[in-house]
């Protein structure tokens, strides 16, 4: 069935949405600083604040065929089991998932939020300035020293001093040597190389490599050993570790937390 909302509802789910995002530094195609600045002046956004804005943005979600709302909690009375326990007032972080306190880590020290109220979205794919920005921030946020230079970054981005800082510390050099691409999606093997980085590049110890799709010789080879030895994260199978597949937000939370010793 088609969900369809008023034209009006529309308008203030629409102007609301743009606000959240581009305050929470979520990248959509389109929105830039003046569509932002847009739509916070809109009298549409000024309404959206008189009315339930997360019910508003929930609608624009499920519109959109976008919604990340967790399954609803199993009837006691119904079905005769216990409701589904979440954490962190996110409906999408079960309680027992294994990205639970990682998310709940994260969201305390202020390194990434939710993607909507009451939405963490673990299942969504992350971009590299995305990553780069949490990875940033689980470092306090340092100011860029100025010695790196990136070609068209946006400096009034959420991600600019954080690719900064990565280039500066030999953690990115971008998609080229003087470029950077913060919306694409980034994967296992380029995750696990900015962390090993981050972590000065370690020697990593002699061993089997027990994954036919991790090459010797490949930019990630030894930050997947690395990574893998320390406990960050494993295979997707006992003898793969998928290093081009995409990762997503409850993984690098997941990825980020354990490379700092919790």
Same mark, same amino acid.
């Given at each position: 069935?088609?969900?369809?909302?008023?034209?009006? =509802?529309?308008?203030?789910?629409?102007?609301?949405?743009?606000?959240?995002?581009?305050?929470?530094?979520?990248?959509?195609?389109? =929105?830039?600083?003046?569509?932002?600045?847009?739509?916070?002046?809109?009298?549409?956004?000024?309404?959206?604040?008189?009315?339930?804005?997360?019910?508003?943005?929930?609608?624009? #979600?499920?519109?959109?065929?976008?919604?990340?709302?967790?399954?609803?909690?199993? #009837?006691?009375?119904?079905?005769?089991?216990?409701?589904?326990?979440?954490?962190?007032?996110?409906?999408?972080?079960?309680?027992?998932?294994?990205?639970?306190?990682?998310?709940?880590?994260?969201?305390?020290?202020?390194?990434?939020?939710?993607?909507?109220?009451?939405?963490?979205?673990?299942?969504?794919?992350?971009?590299?300035?995305?990553?780069?920005?949490?990875?940033?921030?689980?470092?306090?946020?340092?100011?860029?020293?100025?010695?790196?230079?990136?070609?068209?970054?946006?400096?009034?981005?959420?991600?600019?001093?954080?690719?900064?800082?990565?280039?500066?510390?030999?953690?990115?050099?971008?998609?080229?040597?003087?470029?950077?691409?913060?919306?694409?999606?980034?994967?296992?093997?380029?995750?696990?190389?900015?962390?090993?980085?981050?972590?000065?590049?370690?020697?990593?110890?002699?061993?089997?490599?027990?994954?036919?799709?991790?090459?010797?010789?490949?930019?990630?080879?030894?930050?997947?050993?690395?990574?893998?030895?320390?406990?960050?994260?494993?295979?997707?199978?006992?003898?793969?570790?998928?290093?081009?597949?995409?990762?997503?937000?409850?993984?690098?939370?997941?990825?980020?937390?354990?490379?700092?010793?919790?």
């Amino acid at each position: 069935t088609k969900f369809t909302i008023p034209e009006e =509802l529309e308008a203030r789910t629409t102007a609301a949405r743009d606000v959240y995002d581009y305050e929470h530094g979520i990248q959509r195609s389109g =929105l830039t600083e003046s569509a932002y600045r847009a739509s916070k002046e809109s009298d549409a956004y000024k309404r959206a604040l008189c009315s339930d804005t997360q019910i508003l943005l929930h609608c624009y #979600d499920y519109r959109m065929g976008q919604s990340k709302f967790a399954a609803p909690p199993v #009837d006691p009375g119904k079905a005769g089991q216990a409701p589904v326990k979440t954490v962190g007032g996110f409906g999408d972080v079960p309680e027992s998932a294994y990205y639970a306190q990682p998310v709940l880590w994260a969201v305390g020290r202020e390194i990434t939020g939710g993607t909507a109220s009451g939405t963490f979205s673990p299942g969504a794919t992350c971009t590299g300035g995305q990553i780069l920005t949490f990875l940033w921030r689980s470092q306090g946020s340092p100011e860029p020293e100025g010695t790196a230079r990136i070609d068209g970054l946006d400096t009034g981005k959420y991600y600019a001093k954080a690719a900064l800082w990565a280039a500066e510390k030999g953690i990115t050099g971008g998609t080229s040597a003087t470029t950077f691409s913060p919306g694409a999606s980034c994967t296992r093997g380029q995750t696990v190389t900015f962390l090993y980085r981050a972590a000065g590049s370690p020697k990593t110890k002699s061993g089997a490599n027990p994954f036919a799709d991790v090459k010797e010789g490949a930019y990630y080879y030894d930050a997947v050993l690395w990574a893998v030895g320390k406990g960050i994260t494993s295979g997707a199978t006992p003898t793969a570790f998928r290093p081009d597949a995409t990762v997503t937000r409850g993984q690098t939370v997941t990825f980020l937390y354990r490379s700092q010793g919790k």
